[in-house]
């Protein structure tokens, strides 16, 4: 069983900074796909950034240039780092894995972690 653990949300002024983390534990899978999507109250879920098993990654347009993805291969951790934050990233975060275990393909969630931005 896989299963994902998130940490680094809480408040923030704008203008700060905050680092997420997500770790992905379990046994026999490799790791295709590692982001992060957010979600505010009435809003539907959206791809904030990923990082794929080769290093491509991706981000959405609002937070290019602020924010960063990376990953610790060994540790099968990926990490958000989140600079000048606005008020409109408040929002809960939630870690996504897509992995590959006995020739099958699944997608895991974190319990998501939440972001606000106020001051």
């Known amino acids: 069983q896989v299963h994902v653990v998130e940490s680094g949300g809480g408040l923030v002024q704008p203008g700060g900074s905050l680092r997420l983390s997500c770790s992905v534990s379990g046994t026999d899978f490799s790791v295709n796909f590692m982001g992060w999507y957010r979600q505010a109250p009435g809003n539907q879920r959206e791809l904030v950034a990923g990082?794929?098993?080769?290093?491509?990654?991706n981000y959405a347009d609002s937070v290019k240039g602020r924010f960063t993805i990376s990953r610790d291969n060994a540790k099968n951790t990926v990490y958000l780092q989140m600079n000048s934050l606005k008020p409109e990233d408040t929002a809960v975060y939630y870690c996504q894995t897509e992995i590959s275990l006995r020739a099958y393909v699944y997608s895991y969630w974190g319990q998501g972690t939440q972001v606000t931005v106020s001051s």
């Open positions: 990082i794929r098993s080769g290093g491509t990654t």
